[in-house]
């Protein structure tokens, strides 16, 4: 038991995030697993902080815009494949919300599908509001998650406690 202790505050140490702020097209694959059409991406990377979580490499990646007011989005997350459902997600939000200290209220939107709305569900986010026929109206294909099509986009929040 202690020496899976040591090994986990070991592998901590090992494991970083940091800011990507230059050639975010770089990251562009990863990205490409949560919205798979890159002119969707492209509306927002520029504009938003692209936070990137390695541990021997690149595990997880995150992009995040200022809507204003205390308000941010989280615009994209992905985790590599064969990392996923092993907590990398879940802290690359933690990591996210605690970085900005204005943060009142963190967004994101995701398919209409149990996986994605119980991971967001255990990061501490609940339904806010729904955006009828989103993935059909903007997409120029068909978008499957879950061998389900994914027709509205719910939108999720996290409130910080006191804020809006």
Known sequence: MVECNVLEIW???????????????????????ADEQEDMIDRYLERGDMFVLEDGGVLAECVVTREGDGVYELKNIAVAPDCQRKGYGKRLIEFAFSYYGDCERMLVGTGDVPSSLGFYHSCGFTESHRIQNFFTDHYDHPMFEDGKQLVDMVYLKRERPGGV
């Open 11 to 33: 592998r901590r140490r090992l494991m970083k995030i940091r800011n990507v702020t230059h050639n975010k097209k770089a990251y562009m694959d990863l990205l490409l697993l």
